[in-house]
């Protein structure tokens, strides 16, 4: 059990909608990224927010957007879905000062 | 840029079978880390462990146990004895050291470990 929780943890979309994906992390830990998983292949760094600001990104386009709030938790959003945008997202925090993520289950992502 | 490799798409053994996951990887950084996690069907990754670049002790965790070699850029992982719970993907992945907060982790493709009873 890592303390990290996600919501929802399936989700269906149509293509051109918008989606958030929600991310619970643990008392402490003030850092938060976020992860695409497409099925089959190793997670891809999307973009990490610490102490609110948005520290480094990925090679996704601008329709990715997060946010991280005081109190830990911490949203994806994606508008204009495209059928590519399938895929496991994850999300992990991390306490100070240290390099070790905590990952949580994930949300499933399908895009018709 | 950094690379992480894992050749070893899928491997079956038989409980109590030894198993190694291969992992190589490619970075410019003089400092960095390399993870092992475990992705059981549920989804959720669950860490192993993490090495730093200038720790190439090598590392015995019960049945687990990690070959880090710099000289080949090469960070292995060897299950001893299988058990039918260690059936699940294994990632290898890199992280090269930023400070600030900053960590991006870079995965390999995983080695889905299939252990039948």
């Known amino acids: 059990e890592t303390g990290v929780t996600q919501s929802p943890t399936h989700l269906i979309k149509t293509r051109g909608q918008q989606v958030t994906l929600r991310c619970s992390s643990q008392?402490?830990?003030?850092?938060v990224s976020w992860y695409q998983q497409a099925l089959g292949q190793g997670p891809q760094f999307i973009f990490q927010?610490?102490?609110?600001?948005?520290?480094g990104r990925g090679n996704f386009p601008p329709r990715f957007s997060g946010l991280q709030f005081p109190n830990y938790s911490s949203e994806l959003n994606v508008n204009a879905l495209e059928l590519d945008d399938s895929a496991l997202y994850l999300c992990?925090?991390?306490?100070?000062?240290?390099?070790?993520?905590?990952f949580g289950s994930g949300t499933q992502l399908s895009v018709l | 840029a950094q690379k992480v490799t894992q050749a070893q798409t899928e491997i079956s053994v038989v409980e109590k079978e030894d198993v190694t996951l291969d992992c190589v990887y490619e970075?410019?950084?003089?400092?960095?880390?390399l993870f092992w996690y475990k992705q059981p069907p549920s989804g959720e990754l669950v860490f192993l462990i993490r090495r730093n670049s200038f720790d190439e002790q090598n590392e015995i965790s019960g049945r687990y146990s990690w070959n880090f070699q710099k000289s080949t850029s090469s960070f292995n992982f060897t299950i001893t004895a299988s058990q039918v719970v260690d059936s699940a993907v294994y990632f290898c992945a890199l992280s090269g050291f930023r400070g600030t907060g900053f960590q991006k982790l870079v995965f390999g493709t995983g080695t889905r470990l299939l252990v039948s009873p």
């Open positions: 927010y610490y102490r609110e600001e948005e520290n």
């Open positions: 970075t410019r950084d003089t400092t960095y880390y």
């Open positions: 992990a925090s991390s306490p100070p000062d240290q390099e070790k993520l905590f």
């Open positions: 008392s402490g830990h003030n850092t």
